[in-house]
Every structure is written in structure tokens, then in C-alpha cells.
């Protein structure tokens, strides 16, 4: 399955955004999907994983509260709704499917088998 990532833009602190996952080849129905995020010099990590249809969520103790990860299955997209922005959520948001691993509260990427191209997203004071 090919992912695609979209939404991304430049947005104030305190902001919101809505990030789309959206897949070719395949459907997102059903599957386990992970949203991560890389900012300059970092390693990149995982922001929110759902496995939607046990109504398993996980997200990062950094974005608890502030984000949510959704589903439609009409459309067949996955969501991360990003609300009270701040500069240091910066960085290329790539949503990914696979499996959810979460290891210590962390949220890992070794599970996840397809990764689509990324979307920046950039806060701004």
C-alpha cells in the first residue's frame, strides 16, 4: 500500500492543523496507523498510533491532550488533528501502516511496513 500525507502548512503557536493519511494500492480499512514526525536534527519519532477498530489509541506523552488520531472509513482516510500548536511539534509529519508498537509508552516505528512521503508542518510564534 502507497501512503500519502497531506494537510501540513505553516501555522501560528497555539494553531490547529489536520494532518490527512490517505492510501493507493490498498485500503487504510482495518489497518493499524501510525503517525511520526522527524524535526531538523532529530531522530524521528512516533506522535500517535491507532489500531481503530479495538479502539486501541497511543500517542506521544508530548502531544497527549493536544492530538487526535481518527478515522473515517467512508473516505478512507486517517486523521491527526493537531490543536494547540507549539514550535516545538515543528518538523515532517509521515503517517505510516503497519503495526502499532509501543514499547514503554514510546511509540515505535519498527511495526509499521509502509511509509508515504511526508508533510512539513512549521509553527511559528
Known amino acids: 500500500v502507497q501512503l500519502q500525507a497531506s494537510g501540513g502548512g505553516l501555522v501560528q503557536s497555539g494553531g490547529s492543523l489536520t494532518l490527512s493519511c490517505t492510501a493507493s494500492?490498498?485500503?487504510?480499512?482495518?489497518?493499524?496507523v501510525g503517525w511520526f514526525r522527524q524535526a531538523p536534527g532529530k531522530e524521528r519519532e512516533g506522535v500517535a498510533c491507532?489500531?481503530?477498530?479495538?479502539?486501541?489509541?497511543r500517542y506521544a506523552e508530548s502531544v497527549k491532550g493536544r492530538f487526535t488520531i481518527a478515522t473515517d472509513n467512508d473516505t478512507d482516510t486517517v486523521y491527526l488533528r493537531m490543536n494547540s500548536l507549539k514550535l516545538e511539534d515543528t518538523g515532517v509529519y509521515y503517517c505510516?501502516?503497519?503495526?502499532?508498537?509501543?514499547?514503554?509508552?514510546?511509540?515505535?516505528?519498527?511495526?509499521?511496513?509502509?511509509w508515504g512521503k511526508g508533510t512539513q508542518v512549521t509553527v511559528s510564534s
Open positions: 491507532g489500531v481503530f477498530n479495538m479502539n486501541f489509541l
Open positions: 494500492g490498498s485500503t487504510l480499512t482495518g489497518r493499524p
Open positions: 505510516a501502516a503497519g503495526q502499532c508498537v509501543v514499547v514503554d509508552g514510546e511509540i515505535k516505528d519498527d511495526g509499521m511496513k509502509s
